[in-house]
């Protein structure tokens, strides 16, 4: 990494103008010789485990470090993180796909590097590394001769996928949806376009790809991808397997080893930037077969002889329905469960989200619905017919319910990370 190595020389004012960087670290744990670690938050507390190991170089903001031989100390960790990405990317070649939206980011993340890594050398946000501190990490994890980097761009607050993109300049961009995501901060759908549909600023709109049967998307200058007329891509003949989805996009076949409309839309945003960018059916295709998804998006797992569907990364009103009508439709007359927990930022109107949730899925043909949470609680007050419906106060309580009666079904798992579903599983 020696453009690295030189940039972090001449920013820094090093004395050694030489540094070997193996890779760059945020872990004290994944240390190797000639790392560079960045000490962020309570990273200093490891600084001489890290030294110990070998590290080149250690960028931290506690002055009791001033003077040593291997540690640079700056005013700020990060905002030196930041400038030393911003720089780096600007070095090399390398075309940077930024990836926005409020439901389907991670999915699109995966199947759109492992399309691209059929034929080009390829890094991708690894993980939820997508905020203010994931972004500039995933850029210094380039190397000089990559030719691609797939960077997913999160937000909470105003104002965040614009720093991003000022970091990471994306020389493409996608937008997967505008959902209910992060109302609690952006109050209302409108707002929440405004910030995704920052990136178009950056890119030029035939290198911006769009989910073009969403309201707000459809009117956005860009390459449209969707199940409409107007799309530039029209996903046709899309059918559900229990291995799966298959589609046609112009008159080629595609298959994706996922379910659902929304994983059906998330691989159609890939094959379209796998067009775009010459790759061929059979190499899409190759790409969409191999594809390795992060955990915990609609993931078939069998723990202790029980069958469950484990989409408990997050959740929002958007992917609620996505994930419940994708499990009624796949597992069609085989008895069903459905665990819902609560949805976190949602701001005001996160009581009608959930009651909206739960008529939707008892409108389904799934036997029971146990549901977990404060929000879904109290939402549950409102259903007038409760026959379907199991109130449970804790994880362990679902557990026991679904070893002594329904040890035979399948379940779904569905609800925002913080209420960690998977424990169920366990």
Known sequence: MKKLSEIITKLLSLKNKKINISSVKMDSRKIEKDDVFFALNNGKNYIEDVLKKGASLVICDDKKWEGHERVKVVEDTLMTM??????????????????????GKTTTKDIVYSILSTKYKCIKTEGNYNNHIGVPYTLLQLKEDDDYAVVEMGMSNKGEIKVLCDIALPDYGIITNIGD???????????????????????????????????????????????????????????????????????????????????????????????KLNLSTNEINEGLKNCVVTPMRFQKIEKNGIKYINDSYNASP??????????????????????????????????????????????????KIIILGKIMKEASNSIENKEKLIIAETKEEIKNIIRESFSDRIILLKGSNFNHLWEIME
Do not use: P, W
């Open 181 to 275: 995501s992060h109302l609690e901060f952006l109050l209302n759908r409108e707002n929440v376009f405004i910030e995704k549909s920052e990136i178009k600023n950056y890119v030029d709109s035939k290198n911006l790809i769009l989910f073009g049967d969403d309201f707000y998307l459809k009117n956005l200058e860009g390459i449209k991808v969707g199940f409409g007329e107007n799309n530039n891509y029209i996903i046709k003949d899309y059918i559900e397997t229990e291995k799966g989805i298959e589609f046609q996009i112009d008159n080629e076949k595609y298959y994706f080893g996922m379910n659902g409309k929304h994983n059906c839309i998330n691989a159609s945003i890939g094959v379209t930037i796998g067009k």
């Open 318 to 367: 958007v992917s609620m329905k996505y994930s419940l009508e994708t499990f009624n439709n796949v597992y069609k007359n085989i008895s069903k469960i459905a665990v819902l927990a609560d949805m976190g930022e949602l701001g005001n109107d996160e009581l009608k989200y959930h009651i909206d949730t739960i008529e939707y899925a008892l409108s389904l043909d799934i036997e």
């Open 82 to 103: 930041q400038e030393i990405a911003y720089e780096y990317r600007k070095e090399l070649s390398v075309k940077v796909i930024g990836i926005v939206g409020s439901n």
